[in-house]
């Protein structure tokens, strides 16, 4: 995952990240401007490397149109599979709470919360 911090209206990479280049793709709350290009009988963008890295774009990406404007979204789920596994440890009897003192009440706990 990329990290980054706002510097002068813009989206910095830290320097962790395998590239030696910054893609601006924040500019007072507008984005980044692209050009809109031919591509066959359709039209599409071209999305800079950092930013498919960013949003963790792959082969394949869910697109919407909400009020007017295009949402593109990462097609990576990555809790998809965690209920039936969570199910499977509970059948198992693998889900005992390991942590027993971070379960315990405490005065505060006692004396504050209500649920």
């Not at 963008?45 to 890295?53: G, T």
Request: net charge neutral; with cysteine; glycine share 8%.
């Amino acid at each position: 995952m990329l990290e980054g911090y706002l510097y002068k209206n813009a989206l910095r990479v830290d320097k962790a990240v395998k590239c030696n280049y910054n893609v601006p793709t924040y500019k007072a709350g507008i984005g980044m401007k692209v050009a809109i290009v031919r591509i066959g009988n359709s039209k599409g963008i071209r999305l800079p490397k950092a930013v498919l890295e960013q949003c963790a774009l792959g082969d394949e990406a869910d697109l919407e149109v909400q009020d007017g404007q295009v949402v593109i979204r990462s097609t990576r789920r990555p809790r998809i599979g965690w209920e039936s596994s969570f199910a499977a440890m509970h059948n198992a009897g693998d889900d005992a709470l390991l942590d027993t003192e971070a379960h315990q009440e405490t005065a505060w706990d006692a004396r504050e919360w209500r649920w």
